[in-house]
């Protein structure tokens, strides 16, 4: 079925003196805007752009025993980037945090017993 309801073969005399001349210029525009966005859609997807030479859009059909990638399989990535949301959060809460505290009071246990470099000139 054809997405545009109207009929093709267009002729604008004839729309102009059915429905007047405003209703028929839009019709006109109407008509150019779809054959502009057609022609658009036909020269985007063309095989040559998106497939291997030789392969053409009819052969990435599925059928029964050949399965392609569909653009909903990208929904699947939200959740999993969530759930690494989630284990960063516990892993920083949990282990960094706590960690990072006593790497703090390690050095700052070691800066105030560290002897003076020898080589420095005392005055």
Same mark, same amino acid.
């Given at each position: 079925?054809?997405?545009? $309801? ?6 604008? @005399? ?7 001349? *405003?209703?028929? =210029?839009?019709?006109?525009? *109407? ?12 020269? =985007?997807? +063309? ?5 291997? $030479?030789?392969? &053409? ?12 990638? +569909? ?16 284990? @960063? *959060? ?10 990072? @505290?006593? +790497? *703090?009071?390690?050095?700052?246990? &070691?800066?105030?017993?560290?002897? $003076?470099?020898?080589? &420095?000139?005392? @005055?």
């Amino acid at each position: 079925m054809d997405p545009w $309801p109207f009929p093709l073969n267009l002729d604008s @005399r004839a729309v102009l003196a059915e429905n007047g001349p *405003c209703l028929g =210029l839009r019709w006109v525009r *109407c008509f150019m805007i779809f054959r502009m966005a057609r022609s658009l859609n036909e020269w =985007l997807w +063309q095989h040559e752009f998106w497939l291997l $030479p030789g392969i &053409t859009w009819q052969d990435m059909q599925e059928s029964e025993d050949v399965h392609y990638p +569909q653009p909903r399989d990208l929904l699947l990535g939200i959740p999993f980037a969530l759930i690494l949301v989630v284990i @960063r *959060c516990a892993f920083e809460r949990a282990i960094a945090l706590p960690l990072s @505290r006593k +790497q *703090c009071e390690r050095e700052a246990e &070691t800066k105030s017993s560290a002897q $003076p470099h020898a080589g &420095t000139l005392k @005055r």
